[in-house]
């Protein structure tokens, strides 16, 4: 994996420097290459596998048999795509599928919701003034995960998160309250967030409330509004 790593990139830097930054041998790479191009050598079984899960990796698993092997004769490689895709067979090497969609925000509710106070003003002049919060899926071999996390809008910056197998009011609560407690920031930090359920749920805006930030407030407002109207 570290030679082949190095041989994409000796255009751009020196070969003593790519072998010294991972810790290899010069002649050690020279016998891995076996001191010819890449088009004039028959590379082993072995060899073509390292490259293969090179490429496979620096595209994050994105690419099945055919683009692995474009990508290959692109640096130079002639492997044979058959050889491609036995190898990965053989490996249990596979390109990962698009994820199907799972929709995280639910607004179809009747749930009070906050006027948009940020107005895509999205870069804050210092940390603890506007912090974000979203919702996204993960799958794993047990199933749907679902993360929430709260963001510092200064630097994007995740400062809080929660990680459970539902989309529950929880989930959220507790990503916001591991940011309050790293951070305990002054009053009047402006919350975003979408118009979800869980963001728009009296739980998760008395938090808000209790926490002394804004952007929900206009829930707390209305409630006492009512109230003084009853």
């Not at 930054?21 to 020279?30: C, E, K």
């Not at 870069?123 to 963001?151: C, K």
């Not at 400062?159 to 990503?175: C, E, F, N, Q, Y």
Request: glycine share 6%; charged share 25%; net charge positive.
């Amino acid at each position: 994996m570290k030679y082949a790593w190095i041989e994409t990139q000796r255009r751009s830097f020196p070969l003593p420097v790519l072998c010294e930054a991972l810790s290899v041998s010069q002649s050690g790479f020279r016998a891995w290459r076996g001191g010819g191009t890449p088009e004039r050598k028959r590379l082993t079984d072995a060899q073509a596998l390292v490259l293969i899960r090179t490429v496979h990796q620096e595209v994050r698993q994105a690419y099945g048999a055919r683009r692995i092997h474009a990508e290959l004769r692109g640096r130079g490689y002639r492997i044979g795509l058959p050889r491609i895709e036995r190898l990965m067979r053989e490996n249990g090497i596979r390109a990962r599928h698009k994820r199907r969609y799972k929709a995280t925000t639910d607004s179809r509710h009747h749930l009070p919701v906050a006027e948009n106070v940020l107005e895509r003003q999205f870069a804050p002049q210092a940390p603890n003034r506007v912090w974000t919060g979203d919702i996204t899926y993960i799958a794993t071999a047990e199933g749907w995960l679902y993360l929430a996390v709260a963001i510092d809008l200064f630097n994007r910056e995740v400062i809080g998160w929660s990680i459970k197998p539902r989309m529950t009011t929880d989930l959220v609560l507790d990503a916001l309250s591991m940011a309050w407690f790293r951070r305990r920031p002054g009053p009047s930090v402006l919350f975003h967030s979408d118009r979800g359920s869980q963001y728009a749920s009296q739980a998760y805006q008395a938090r808000l409330a209790a926490y002394a930030m804004r952007g929900l407030q206009n829930w707390i407002e209305r409630q006492n509004q009512q109230k003084m109207a009853a």
